[in-house]
T-cell receptor, first 116, second 107 residues
Framework: KAGVTQTPRYLIKTRGQQVTLSCSPI?????VSWYQQTPGQGLQFLFE???????NKGNFPGRFSGRQFSNSRSEMNVSTLELGDSALYLC???????????????FGEGSRLTVL | DAKTTQPTSMDCAEGRAANLPCNHS???????VYWYRQIHSQGPQYIIH???NNETNEMASLIITEDRKSSTLILPHATLRDTAVYYC????????FGQGTTLQVKP
């Protein structure tokens, strides 16, 4: 079956702009979580959505937001981009909520954002 | 706020077992230990997870100490394709990735 699909794979933006990233989970998966990966901070949890509701959130400013649609596809948005937002943004899907301890995450290849 | 401690890097000879340690001394009774790995330029890949008992699957074995304060991931016959960053994670409502262990498998 198809894996987790993230689009776009690469993008370049300038400071102050906003960006929207998309994630299509594995068919049947209802949980989508997002992570930011940078060389300095490593992999950091952004938020998790399950059945269109945000279930958990990491320590990121309000400029980072997300949503999930009824077909489980998810988008994340970053407004007023800063240079430090340059990173690989990874999306992961799971059958169940991550908090239930019974699911493994399947990651996409990521969207690499460069902010100039 | 990673709840785990791992060595920064390790080497392993191809064909030998790779034993990757992880300390999680503050783990709570109902928190699972998960292992993922990330091969360069790819998204992390799930390996295995456990609560109390040792676990084995087609990829690896997970040995958890009786007091649950540490665990070891074992790759029984490491290959060059196992070269990756390995993350040990305690699931506490969300997956908090630490810095991981960079495993270099050498021929």
């Amino acid at each position: 079956k198809a894996g987790v699909t993230q689009t776009p794979r690469y993008l370049i933006k300038t400071r102050g702009q906003q960006v929207t990233l998309s994630c299509s989970p594995i068919s049947g998966h209802r949980s989508v979580s997002w992570y930011q990966q940078t060389p300095g901070q490593g992999l950091q949890f952004l938020f998790e959505y399950f059945s269109e509701t945000q279930r958990n959130k990491g320590n990121f400013p309000g400029r980072f937001s997300g949503r999930q649609f009824s077909n489980s596809r998810s988008e994340m948005n970053v407004s007023t981009l800063e240079l430090g937002d340059s990173a690989l943004y990874l999306c992961a899907s799971s059958l169940v909520e991550v908090t239930t301890n019974t699911g493994e995450l399947f990651f996409g290849e990521g969207s690499r954002l460069t902010v100039l | 706020d990673a709840k785990t401690t791992q060595p920064t890097s390790m080497d392993c000879a191809e064909g030998r077992a790779a034993n990757l340690p992880c300390n999680h001394s503050t783990i709570s009774g109902n928190e699972y230990v998960y292992w993922y790995r990330q091969i360069h330029s790819q998204g992390p890949q799930y390996i295995i997870h456990g609560l109390k008992n040792n676990e084995t699957n087609e990829m690896a074995s997970l040995i958890i100490t009786e007091d649950r304060k540490s665990s070891t991931l074992i790759l029984p016959h490491a290959t060059l394709r196992d070269t990756a960053v390995y993350y040990c994670i305690v699931l506490a409502g969300k997956l908090i990735f630490g810095q991981g262990t960079t495993l270099q498998v050498k021929p």
